[in-house]
């Protein structure tokens, strides 16, 4: 699949900054709720150095079946800032992308979306490069305010920055620590939710985002 050079990487914060604030007009709150193909994307660093591999695995949402899985291998382009984090990991997935034969109807971004400083994370970014629908997860909440949600699969509470909600503390599973689910692009908030839901039927984390994770780490 293709993916847009829409900008160069940066090479310094205030140019990073720019980028997320201009490509951030680039973002849409609306779009599809079905989706056929979900890709599941990845990042894991190897080592104290900055060697990293990124990994995508395009699923079957209806049966979660894997269709196609690819990795790059590269080194974190961008110093570690926070709010900047997704320059680090960007090049990497972008060549992993690249590679892909079947293009996805959703990617569900290890990260974060509006739930963001600039309110311009990972998923925001991929999706805007893409122009498909992403969704961010991220395992520990970033910015903004929340309540526990419920005990109960399902049950969520919104998070809110700045006097805007940003995104959901969601329940995957009873008993498991919430997941924190803001929009990317084009996708409602609705939809982003139910998607983690349903792609999260046994355990804490979305399928395509674990089995992603486990190819970044084991890409032999």
């Keep these: ?30 779009g599809p709720d079905t989706f056929a193909l979900v890709a599941g994307l990845d990042v894991h660093y190897h080592g104290p150095g900055d060697d990293l591999t990124a990994a995508v695995v395009v699923m079957d949402a209806a049966t979660l079946a894997v269709v196609e899985q690819v990795v790059a291998h590269g080194k974190a382009a ?3 800032v926070p709010g ?11 060549e992993a992308l690249e590679q892909l034969t079947v293009t996805p109807d959703l990617l569900v971004c290890d990260g974060y ?13 991929v999706g805007v490069l893409t122009g498909l629908p992403a969704l961010g997860v991220g395992k520990t909440p970033f910015v903004g305010r929340h309540e526990p949600p419920g005990a109960e699969r399902g049950a969520w509470t919104p998070i809110t920055h700045d006097g805007a ?33 349903r792609l999260a039927p046994r355990y804490r984390l979305p399928e395509p985002v674990r089995r992603a994770d486990h190819l970044a780490r084991h890409p032999g």
């Design 78 to 80: 961008f110093p570690y």
């Design 165 to 197: 909600t940003v995104g959901r503390a969601l329940r995957t599973q009873r008993g498991v620590k919430p997941v924190y689910v803001s929009q990317g692009h084009r996708i409602t908030l609705d939809t982003a939710t139910d998607q983690v839901l």
């Design 113 to 125: 979306g509006l739930a963001h400083p600039r309110g311009f994370g990972l998923a925001c970014h």
């Design 1 to 30: 699949m293709q993916v847009e050079q829409l900008h160069p990487w940066p090479s310094t914060v205030a140019e990073a900054e720019a980028i997320q604030d201009r490509l951030r007009g680039h973002v849409e709150l609306t």
């Design 84 to 94: 900047l984090f997704a320059f680090r990991e960007l090049p990497a997935l972008v």
